[in-house]
């Protein structure tokens, strides 16, 4: 349980020269990121999904951002893991978990309709 906790409150390290920026969090290339979810270790990686608009830097258009690492202090941002392009979910991708099922990473979200 200290593991996954650990994962939560602290999620990675961005250096910047900016003393407002956190120095050990998780962060977004650009714009609005939210609500971790979907943590999972999986082939020898951590990865983090979070709540995450690729269009504004405020809360809105909600999609699922995707960062790995073998660390947990410097993280790796891939492309967007979930994106609201279903009927189900055209409204936005909310919290979820991320689960192992027969040896596969599988995602289970709520989407809004």
């Known amino acids: 349980m200290l593991l996954f906790t650990s994962l939560i ?46 269009n504004a830097a405020v809360w809105g258009d909600m999609h699922w951002g995707h960062c790995y690492s073998k660390d947990m202090v410097h993280w790796i941002h891939l492309p967007i ?8 979910d055209i409204n936005g991708i909310f919290t979820g978990s991320t689960t192992i099922v027969d040896g596969i990473p599988t995602i289970i979200y709520t989407g809004i309709t």
Do not use: C, E
């Open 9 to 54: 409150i602290v999620f990675g390290a961005v250096r910047t020269d900016d003393p407002l920026r956190p120095q050990y969090h998780l962060m977004p290339v650009k714009n609005w990121l939210n609500d971790p979810n979907g943590p999972v270790y999986y082939n020898g990686y951590y990865h983090m999904f979070f709540q995450y608009n690729p």
């Open 81 to 88: 893991a979930l994106a609201p392009d279903q009927s189900y």
